[in-house]
């Protein structure tokens, strides 16, 4: 009987004993582990392609006017309303064309002409040709990772060494030139100094970029490095396709670093709380990010004096979306806006679109919460209640996206005012679903129903011709 006794004690003792450790255990492993990449297959380190020895830390620059308006993005997958040039080959204004790279620059905006470019991982040359300018020269650099290759692009470099050249293996750290001395000639000069010096810098998992401009055969001149943009409706992070594509470089790095911890700060669910800024526009043209020309002072509004005029005119492709973070424990966001609706359009068909629509962050389509068109009510104000699931996007920033599209005659223009976006934290709400029809009809008479010359909205500054890209 003592000695069962005895050997239960034991028993207990030793099943306690081992209850304690595996936590111990557990945590000195935690403690041991390298910091968790996001991939698994990191065996290649990455470090930025500028400060590597000087220490700096430069990346995209960002610039405001006065009133607080976003007039430069150098960011990726973004389109910049700084460009002045005009695109021969994609044929459109270079300021709608959307990044594929990002425009790395100094933090403190002195000039980063002859700043020292460095190989962003171990990998081979895989193209310099100083045949072409971009201007400045390009080099591309291949990194083979577990899970198959992915190339780096270095543009508007110049003094590269005669090491590298096509097939050279090159190593992290590793010199590939320096920036080119650039002028600025954007739109805002008066934001900025004579300096444009930078580094274009894209991550992709595609080797050349000769070919991949199916819809654009201009855009495709013979060299590698490709033209350094995509256009509108086709996100970089899906072009040329699925498989072989732009990705953000700055996350890519980062997430190669080796030493990166993912930090990632959600703020908790707030019940009701606001997720876009400036909902009514009286703010002018701040928090959104547009195409231009769209967020207009003493136009058609629902209240106050700014809104948003969508089309307009002929041809019209009009972007205007803001971002914003769904936290975790959100269960769905409410949106809510006004638009009115009036066109040149005689038949009932629809011709002339607006779509309301949510995209990650890099631009990806994910669903299209409303469409309206010039065969929708028009000349009221219609208020577009919905409540959008958000369930499969907790701690992710997404984009609330209007865009407008006109065919070449007949215009119709889209107004959008008072655009509100809320927070859910529990499932209950009587608001519809995404996607239904809820045309809820403003108490406000219709104007003049034989609009004889409807308001053409005026059009922006002409574009300067350039060779690039
Ligand atoms: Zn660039």
């Given at each position: 009987?003592?000695?069962?006794?005895?050997?239960?004690?034991?028993?207990?003792?030793?099943?306690?004993?081992?209850?304690?450790?595996?936590?111990?255990?557990?945590?000195?492993?935690?403690?041991?582990?390298?910091?968790?990449?996001?991939?698994?297959?990191?065996?290649?380190?990455?470090?930025?392609?500028?400060?590597?020895?000087?220490?700096?830390?430069?990346?995209?620059?960002?610039?405001?006017?006065?009133?607080?308006?976003?007039?430069?993005?150098?960011?990726?997958?973004?389109?910049?309303?700084?460009?002045?040039?005009?695109?021969?080959?994609?044929?459109?204004?270079?300021?709608?064309?959307?990044?594929?790279?990002?425009?790395?620059?100094?933090?403190?905006?002195?000039?980063?002409?002859?700043?020292?470019?460095?190989?962003?991982?171990?990998?081979?040359?895989?193209?310099?040709?100083?045949?072409?300018?971009?201007?400045?020269?390009?080099?591309?650099?291949?990194?083979?990772?577990?899970?198959?290759?992915?190339?780096?692009?270095?543009?508007?470099?110049?003094?590269?060494?005669?090491?590298?050249?096509?097939?050279?293996?090159?190593?992290?750290?590793?010199?590939l030139g320096t920036i080119l001395q650039q002028n600025y000639d954007g739109r805002y000069p008066q934001y900025h100094g004579t300096d444009d010096s930078h580094l274009h810098f894209e991550m992709r998992y595609f080797a050349s970029a000769n070919g991949i401009y199916s819809d654009h055969p201009p855009c495709n001149k013979g060299d590698a490095a490709g033209r350094g943009y995509t256009y509108p409706g086709y996100p970089p992070d899906t072009y040329p396709n699925s498989s072989q594509h732009y990705t953000d470089p700055t996350t890519f790095v980062q997430s190669h670093?080796?030493?990166?911890l993912p930090l990632i700060m959600v703020p908790p669910c707030n019940q009701g709380s606001t997720l876009i800024m400036n909902g009514n526009f009286e703010q002018g043209r701040v928090y959104w990010i547009d195409t231009g020309n769209i967020i207009l002072n003493n136009v058609r509004r629902h209240g106050?004096?700014?809104?948003?005029?969508?089309?307009?005119?002929?041809?019209?492709?009009?972007?205007?979306?803001?971002?914003?973070?769904?936290?975790?424990?959100?269960?769905?966001?409410?949106?809510?806006?006004?638009?009115?609706?009036?066109?040149?359009?005689?038949?009932?068909?629809?011709?002339?679109?607006?779509?309301?629509?949510?995209?990650?962050?890099?631009?990806?389509?994910?669903?299209?919460?409303?469409?309206?068109?010039?065969?929708?009510?028009?000349?009221?104000?219609?208020?577009?209640?919905?409540?959008?699931?958000?369930?499969?996007?907790?701690?992710?920033?997404?984009?609330?996206?209007?865009?407008?599209?006109?065919?070449?005659?007949?215009?119709?223009?889209?107004?959008?005012?008072?655009?509100?976006?809320?927070?859910?934290?529990?499932?209950?709400?009587?608001?519809?679903?995404?996607?239904?029809?809820?045309?809820?009809?403003?108490?406000?008479?219709?104007?003049?129903?034989?609009?004889?010359?409807?308001?053409?909205?005026?059009?922006?500054?002409?574009?300067?011709?350039?060779?690039?890209?």
């Amino acid at each position: 009987m003592n000695t069962l006794r005895l050997i239960l004690c034991i028993l207990i003792l030793f099943v306690t004993s081992l209850l304690i450790s595996i936590p111990q255990v557990a945590l000195a492993q935690l403690a041991l582990l390298p910091v968790a990449s996001p991939l698994s297959d990191d065996a290649t380190i990455f470090s930025p392609p500028l400060g590597y020895h000087n220490g700096i830390k430069y990346g995209p620059r960002y610039t405001y006017d006065n009133g607080g308006a976003l007039i430069e993005n150098t960011d990726y997958g973004v389109t910049n309303p700084d460009l002045s040039h005009y695109s021969d080959c994609f044929a459109i204004e270079m300021r709608y064309l959307i990044h594929a790279g990002e425009d790395w620059y100094r933090p403190d905006r002195s000039p980063a002409n002859s700043d020292e470019v460095t190989a962003v991982a171990d990998g081979i040359v895989y193209d310099y040709d100083t045949r072409w300018s971009y201007p400045g020269y390009a080099v591309i650099l291949q990194h083979t990772l577990p899970s198959g290759n992915v190339y780096s692009v270095y543009m508007h470099i110049e003094n590269v060494p005669s090491g590298i050249s096509n097939g050279q293996p090159v190593y992290r750290g590793q010199k590939l030139g320096t920036i080119l001395q650039q002028n600025y000639d954007g739109r805002y000069p008066q934001y900025h100094g004579t300096d444009d010096s930078h580094l274009h810098f894209e991550m992709r998992y595609f080797a050349s970029a000769n070919g991949i401009y199916s819809d654009h055969p201009p855009c495709n001149k013979g060299d590698a490095a490709g033209r350094g943009y995509t256009y509108p409706g086709y996100p970089p992070d899906t072009y040329p396709n699925s498989s072989q594509h732009y990705t953000d470089p700055t996350t890519f790095v980062q997430s190669h670093s080796g030493s990166f911890l993912p930090l990632i700060m959600v703020p908790p669910c707030n019940q009701g709380s606001t997720l876009i800024m400036n909902g009514n526009f009286e703010q002018g043209r701040v928090y959104w990010i547009d195409t231009g020309n769209i967020i207009l002072n003493n136009v058609r509004r629902h209240g106050g004096s700014w809104s948003a005029w969508f089309g307009g005119y002929n041809s019209a492709y009009d972007v205007m979306y803001q971002v914003f973070n769904v936290p975790r424990g959100a269960t769905s966001v409410s949106l809510t806006y006004y638009v009115w609706i009036e066109t040149n359009e005689t038949s009932p068909n629809a011709y002339d679109y607006l779509r309301v629509q949510l995209r990650n962050e890099t631009g990806s389509l994910l669903s299209t919460i409303d469409m309206l068109s010039n065969a929708s009510t028009k000349g009221t104000w219609l208020t577009r209640p919905f409540n959008i699931n958000t369930s499969q996007y907790l701690g992710q920033y997404l984009r609330l996206s209007f865009e407008a599209t006109t065919d070449a005659t007949m215009f119709t223009s889209f107004y959008i005012d008072d655009v509100s976006l809320t927070l859910n934290c529990s499932g209950a709400n009587s608001l519809p679903q995404e996607g239904t029809e809820s045309e809820t009809v403003a108490t406000q008479q219709v104007e003049s129903s034989n609009p004889v010359t409807l308001p053409r909205k005026p059009t922006a500054t002409p574009a300067t011709p350039h060779p690039y890209p």
